[in-house]
């Protein structure tokens, strides 16, 4: 990993942003026990240019500070941000900020360029040339020093290098905030050095930097400017790293000579100096940041948006001079919200954009096309052997029909399982990138969508195209597209099934309770037990299995429409005239239309549910 390049400015800071915070509660519910106070009445600022760690043991309430400045925790947090001097506006603040979560969420499929263009795209104006765009990323490469990873896969970085890559995706839109959890977490000794070096550069460039770190070495505390100690929810000490040993000399405790700072003061966090001394320094910390030399803030006249002139002791680099020159040129139409409360492009912008990686990712998943191809083939032979020349013989009527209802059963196990288990791993990188603004929930469920139906349909289609004729079923185009269109219908409808399931649950949960479901769709579709014997109370039931819409469209579909008599190679065949068989199911000949758009109807509602089940999923993630 090479060292990042230091003294340079290429990435200038609008408007430096200070955070201020008194009063700060935070509190979660403990089972039967009721609410469990984890943040108690915190007060402290964060100032521009420096880089600010928030240190302590393990459960002292570091994570849910920063989270909470962060805009990340909402419920269950009274007490007052201010920034810039002012309350916070959090819905303008998340486009002024960024949040990079201790697990490093890139897309694992996609080169380090490709990762950066998408982020460029999405967080750049379109007024802004692409040129402009590749030139801004190739400098945030080369300032982050991996642009000799550019043709890299995520997967195949090392952990330093896939830090960076979060980082630096973040920095295209050069916000004034940064938040990292852990960022030194699961790094050797030199490549934390390195990350802490590069977080240190940012900062000095005029941005707020706010990271938690756990247990840092002297060499890495020295490098931050500023320090925050928690323990038990309360802060303990508040200031700058070179005053934190003399400031705790003052109330006897002293830091043995040659000893590590940070292994000192944790032992003081976690009570090893007695209860005494931790309530000293808990008094001592609110006293001094209550103070009013600590509450004086910057001139809260500072515009809290994106465009404005930066301080003018940041140096500005041209390119990014050249991108907020041709930004505000090609604005002008007068805008109705402020500029920094909207996404940089529009939502068709975003859908574009992000389908285009959908597809990247979806044609370079092994497991979701090839595997998946090959399973639905593999599956589609046998079947056509076992079942060769059935769908013409009269002899075998529920025979054939058992063959296209497994069919169907295939493509519903086969869109439904994979979902749920592969989505539950795209979460977290949804969860932070709509965090951090770079697209609508909307446009992201959209392109989702649309990306996923020309794989489900191209997958169902060739299997069921293979086992319609290879079972020799009637030989008609009409009758086939119709057929085809129903098995994608299901298809769909099972995907978004399995989509809602990996939302909602743990994948565990998930992978249990799909199947679960399947059965209950199968009870209810009319197959195994027609609808009218089953008991009254609970045959409403049966109009919620799409199953059941799918069994009597396909029958319409291959015995209806005045198909001619079956092949009987028997003195008698019961069932020779398929109208026969259509009237001892009663099914009406005429009902495929009715299947086919309650079917479509289907797709349409569970696809708008699952949205608001991913909305509410990333509110309870809040």
Request: aromatic share 10%; with cysteine.
């Amino acid at each position: 990993m090479k060292k990042p390049p230091g003294g340079r400015s290429h990435l200038p800071v609008t408007n430096p942003l200070e955070i201020t915070y008194s009063g700060l509660h935070y509190c979660v519910r403990d089972g039967r026990r009721g609410m469990k106070e984890i943040l108690k009445g915190l007060d402290g600022r964060m100032k521009p240019g420096e880089l600010t760690a928030i240190m302590g043991p393990s459960g002292a309430g570091k994570t849910c500070l920063m989270n909470v400045l962060a805009g990340y925790r909402v419920k269950g947090v009274t007490g007052s941000v201010e920034v810039n001097g002012r309350e916070r506006d959090l819905r303008v603040f998340r486009h002024l900020s960024t949040y990079i979560p201790q697990q490093d969420q890139t897309i694992p499929t996609l080169t380090v360029m490709e990762s950066m263009l998408v982020a460029a795209s999405l967080k750049l104006p379109s007024s802004v040339s692409f040129e402009d765009k590749l030139a801004a990323v190739e400098e945030i490469l080369e300032h982050l020093g991996i642009q000799h990873c550019a043709k890299t896969k995520a997967g195949h970085l090392s952990g330093g290098e896939r830090k960076r890559l979060c980082i630096a995706m973040e920095l295209v839109s050069n916000p004034p905030v940064l938040f990292l959890d852990e960022p030194t977490n699961a790094l050797d000794s030199s490549t934390c050095l390195q990350c802490v070096s590069l977080l240190r550069m940012l900062a000095h460039e005029g941005r707020s930097v706010i990271c938690t770190i756990h247990h840092p070495s002297a060499k890495i505390l020295e490098m931050f400017d500023h320090l925050i100690i928690l323990t038990e929810g309360q802060c303990l000490y508040h200031g700058t790293i070179s005053s934190m040993v003399t400031y705790l000399r003052q109330f006897g405790l002293h830091c043995p000579p040659y000893h590590n700072p940070a292994d000192f003061v944790m032992d003081v966090a976690v009570g090893d100096n007695g209860r005494e001394a931790m309530n000293t320094l808990f008094a001592a910390a609110k006293a001094e940041a209550t103070t009013p030399s600590k509450r004086e803030g910057p001139d809260p006249q500072v515009p809290l948006c994106l465009e404005g002139k930066p301080p003018p002791s940041t140096t500005v680099s041209g390119l990014w001079n050249r991108l907020n020159n041709s930004a505000r040129r090609a604005e002008t139409k007068p805008r109705s919200t402020p500029p920094c409360t909207q996404y940089p492009v529009s939502f068709a912008v975003q859908v574009k954009y992000l389908f285009m990686r959908f597809y990247k990712i979806n044609t370079r998943d092994w497991m979701l096309l090839h595997i998946r191809l090959g399973a639905h083939v593999l599956v589609a032979l046998f079947l056509g052997f076992l079942f060769s020349g059935l769908g013409d013989n009269a002899t075998n009527v529920h025979g054939n029909v058992g063959t296209l209802y497994f069919s169907v059963l295939f493509v519903v196990c086969g869109s439904m399982m994979p979902t749920v288990v592969t989505y539950p791993l795209e979460f977290p990188v949804l969860r932070k990138e709509t965090l951090n603004k770079w697209y609508s929930l909307k446009a992201y469920h959209m392109a989702k969508t649309l990306s996923d139906i020309p794989f489900a349909a191209f997958c169902t289609s060739v299997y069921l195209t293979i086992t319609y004729f290879m079972t020799a079923q009637p030989m008609d185009a009409d009758r086939f597209f119709r057929y085809l269109a129903l098995g994608v219908y299901v298809a769909l409808i099972s995907q978004t099934l399995g989509f809602m399931f990996g939302t909602i649950f743990p994948i565990q949960t998930a992978a249990f309770l799909s199947p679960v479901a399947i059965i209950m769709f199968i009870l209810f579709s009319g197959f195994l037990l027609s609808v009218k014997s089953i008991p009254g109370y609970l045959r409403w039931l049966s109009h919620l299995s799409f199953l059941k819409y799918y069994f009597e469209g396909t029958m319409s579909c291959i015995y209806g429409n005045n198909r001619p008599d079956l092949q009987c190679d028997k003195p008698y065949c019961h069932f020779k005239d398929p109208d026969k068989f259509l009237r001892e199911l009663t099914i009406d000949d005429f009902v495929y239309w009715k299947d086919f758009w309650v079917l479509l109807l289907f797709v349409v509602i569970l696809r708008l549910l699952a949205y608001f089940v991913l909305r509410w999923k990333l509110h309870r993630a809040r």
